[in-house]
């Protein structure tokens, strides 16, 4: 470890760049590249750290360019020696799920598959189907990611009739079950009807289905089945019996045609442009295909192999001893073949073969595989072109200088001025950046109930939005990550000469390119100009300034919808400072209705049990006010 943080990169002091080659030794191990700032850029793993380290800075220029941007950003270089190739493996890949350093994220986690989350962490675990992959708790487990969303959404719904599983993120009632459980679907986990450790038992049993050992569990139950039934337990065989006919009926028309049918395998192919590759892994037990799981990755990151090798490696590096293959087909020889093949071998406890098939049926998997990712790959440069199509358009249109990088739009939501809410979305690249959405509760006290205001909310919108520019003067704007390339307005005129005489006071208007967008003849408007832009709604640029409008709007519903019903939810007992929920229930057990609660005098409201004499007062001052 180094004592002090450098202030300038390697490539600027050679002097000390060699010394410190110099000091690495050849052997097995891991090492960490670092800026100037003492953050984790890369993070890699060698048999000779040496040799590998330095040829980083060697013909810097024939690196590909994510590797060249690095380079120039490293200021000092670390290392751990491991005693074999393998511990350096497993190393690697542990710090790398601590510290995920940014060069190493060679997966774009671009919300394009779906995963299935199982939540560990917590006393009666949640399964579900989500697109986001945190790894905020160590302990949740993801698979994934799927292709076939209409199929893992069917499996999950099949799961989840066959097993009785927790069904609700939160309890619908506080003192008894719903439905669900009066019909078998849960077993009653929000009144702790069971135990979390027989309710862990049978979210195992669930989640051997997406291990792909859907066969195993098919043989565990038929035992205990047998067993039930010696039992006299009809009911219970009768049950188990049902949950193996269902999970025999998933993947019927899913046999793959290969000589040995007892072994576990999993065969890997891509397709790649001068952008991005899409990677097909398909997973194959017992003759019969399990899963079909995808991955994009950044084409430039290195060669076909290597971007295998990274994706395994990210693959594996997660999954349970019992979920590895017994077999990996590759479509081309890996970098680090053997490598990864003994650390694979070493995590399962029995070998584990990695083959690139030239002949025969191995070989025409791998063609299948490789059709997929094809077919995949086509469908992303479509989508992609399509998206920069758009952007020209309305780039065209709008006569910007570029193409817009970053588009915000803004939606107000209300019913007649009540709970009135905005919202702000944000497209990046034409695409929705959903960690930029913002929700805004409006605090103008003359938008009411009965009474809205669409054009000062947008403008109070707006204005709390951009003040911070005006506020600190020295912030950057234009080039900033945070600064939008175009501003949309939902709305006419009206509500875009409200924004720009708030955005006047804030001094932005000059810098900033803004339009709106009018509802019922999808029309658009920009400041200054009386008559909206002559347009043909079904060009691309008009489509995307529709598909943010719509994205604007929906978010800004789902929010007055929640702020609306947590309204309703509210009990006028909740103002009332010291007045808890237990409280509650035993004033409204004991007077039935806040109505009579209201009309109590305060020696009444002292004959309930926990309520003393100082807060029956303020319970009697709250409903008569001086």
Known sequence: MTDAVSTTTLLKDRDRLEARLREIPPEPGVYFMRDVNDDILYIGKSKKLRNRVRSYFRQIQDHPPRIELMVHQVADIEFIVTDTEAEALAL?????????????????????????????????????ITRKRRLGNAQDKYYGPYVDVWQLRQTLRLV???????????????DRPCLNYEIGRCPGVCQALITPEAYRQILQKVVMIFQGRTSELINTLSQQMEQAAEDLNFELAARLRDQIKGLQ???????????????????????????VACVQLFQIRSGRLVGRLGFMADAQSGSLGMILQHVLEAHYGSA???????????????????????????????????????????????????????????RTQKSRDHTLNSLQDLANLLDLPDLPHRIECYDISHIQGSDAVASRAVFIDGLPAKQHYRRYKIRNPNVRSGHSDDFASLAEVLYRRFRQYHESPEQPRQGSSDWPDLVVIDGGK??????????????????????????????????GESQPLPTDPEQPGIQLIRRLRDEAHRFAISFHRKKRLDRMRRSRLDDIPGLGHHRQKELLAAFRSIDYIREANPEQLRSVPTIGPQLAQKIYDYFHPA
């Open 320 to 378: 349970d001893p019992v979920e590895l293959p017994l077999e990996v087909l590759v479509q081309t020889e890996l970098p680090e073949t053997e490598l990864l093949a003994s650390y694979l071998s070493q995590c399962k406890g029995r070998k584990v073969s990695i083959v690139c098939p030239q002949r025969q049926v191995k070989a025409e998997l791998i063609e299948m595989v490789e059709r997929n990712a094809q077919y995949e790959l086509a």
């Open 160 to 174: 989840k009739r066959l097993f009785p599983l927790r069904q609700r993120r939160k309890p619908l009632f506080k």
């Open 494 to 527: 009206g509500q875009l000469s409200a924004v720009i005489s708030s955005l006047a006071e804030v001094e932005v208007v000059e810098d900033l390119h803004i339009i709106s967008l009018a509802k019922q003849r999808e029309e658009i408007f920009q400041p």
């Open 249 to 275: 009926g998933l993947g019927v028309d899913q046999k793959v045609a290969l000589p040995d049918d007892t072994v576990s395998r999993d065969a890997i192919a891509l397709a790649a442009d001068d952008q």
């Open 92 to 128: 690697e890949a542990n710090l790398i799920k601590q510290h995920q350093p940014h060069f190493n994220v060679l997966l774009k986690d671009d919300k394009k598959y779906p995963y299935l989350c199982v939540t560990w962490s917590q006393t009666y675990p949640r399964i579900f």
